[in-house]
T-cell receptor, first 111, second 113 residues
C-alpha cells in the first residue's frame, strides 16, 4: 500500500541551527512528493514538491530531494529562524489516488 | 484567483446533533478532499470527490458523509456528533494534473460539547 512515515516531534532548535526532518514513504506506483507547512491557526500551505526521482524541491531556504533508492524525501534547512516555527507534513500522491500525509512534525525555533 | 474557502470557520455543537460543513474550491478545480486534524491523530483523510463522485474514502464511520455539486462545491456532514469529533476539518482542492498539488482552506474548527 501507500504510506508516509515522518519523524516524530516535537523538535526544538535554536535560531540558526540546521534542521532535518526525516520522511520515508512506500508507494505502489510513481508518486509525487510534497512538504506542507502549517503555521499556528492556519491551514496547510505547500512548501515544496518533487515529481520524479532525483528532483530537488526548494523554497524559502528549505530543500528536499526525491530519493527513489532510499524511498525518502527528507526536509532540510541550513539555518532556521523563529518564523519557521510550525508543523511540517510530508505527503505523497499517485495520480488518481488519494493524498497520503505523515503525522506531522512540530518545530519550535527559540531565539 | 480566490483560494479555497470554508464555512463556517468555527462551530459549536452538542453531542447527538448533526453538522454540515461547506467548501468552495479554487475555480477550475474539480477534486475536493476532506481531512480531519486532531492533536492526537494528526491529519486523517476522510474522502475525496471528483466530478460529483466519491473517488476515494478513508477509514471513518458512516456518520461521516459528503457530496459534491456540479459547480465543484462540496459539503461534509457528520451525524450524531460525538465528543471525539471535535477537530479542525480541512478541505483541499486540486486540478487533475500529474503532480496534483492540493490547495488547502483555512479549516472549520468544530467543537462538540
Amino acid at each position: 500500500g501507500n504510506s508516509v512515515t515522518q519523524m516524530e516531534g516535537p523538535v526544538t532548535l535554536s535560531e540558526e541551527a540546521f534542521l532535518t526532518i526525516n520522511c520515508t514513504y512506500t508507494a505502489t506506483g510513481y508518486p509525487s512528493l510534497f512538504w506542507y507547512v502549517q503555521y499556528p491557526g492556519e491551514g496547510l500551505q505547500l512548501l515544496l514538491k518533487a515529481t520524479k526521482a532525483d528532483d530537488k524541491g526548494s523554497n524559502k531556504g528549505f530543500e528536499a530531494t526525491y530519493r527513489k533508492e532510499t524511498t525518502s524525501f527528507h526536509l532540510e534547512k541550513g539555518s532556521v529562524q523563529v518564523s519557521d516555527s510550525a508543523v511540517y507534513f510530508c505527503g505523497l500522491i499517485i495520480t488518481g489516488n488519494q493524498f497520503y500525509f505523515g503525522t506531522g512534525t512540530s518545530l519550535t525555533v527559540i531565539p | 484567483k480566490a483560494g479555497v474557502t470554508q464555512t463556517p470557520r468555527y462551530l459549536i455543537k452538542t453531542r447527538g446533533q448533526q453538522v454540515t460543513l461547506s467548501c468552495s474550491p479554487i475555480s477550475g478545480h474539480r477534486s475536493v478532499s476532506w481531512y480531519q486534524q486532531t492533536p492526537g491523530q494528526g491529519l486523517q483523510f476522510l474522502f475525496e470527490y471528483f466530478s460529483e463522485t466519491q473517488r476515494n474514502k478513508g477509514n471513518f464511520p458512516g456518520r461521516f458523509s459528503g457530496r459534491q455539486f456540479s459547480n465543484s462545491r462540496s459539503e461534509m456532514n457528520v451525524s450524531t456528533l460525538e465528543l471525539g469529533d471535535s477537530a479542525l476539518y480541512l478541505c483541499a482542492s486540486s486540478i487533475l494534473a500529474r503532480d496534483n498539488e492540493q490547495f488547502f482552506g483555512p479549516g472549520t474548527r468544530l467543537t462538540v460539547l
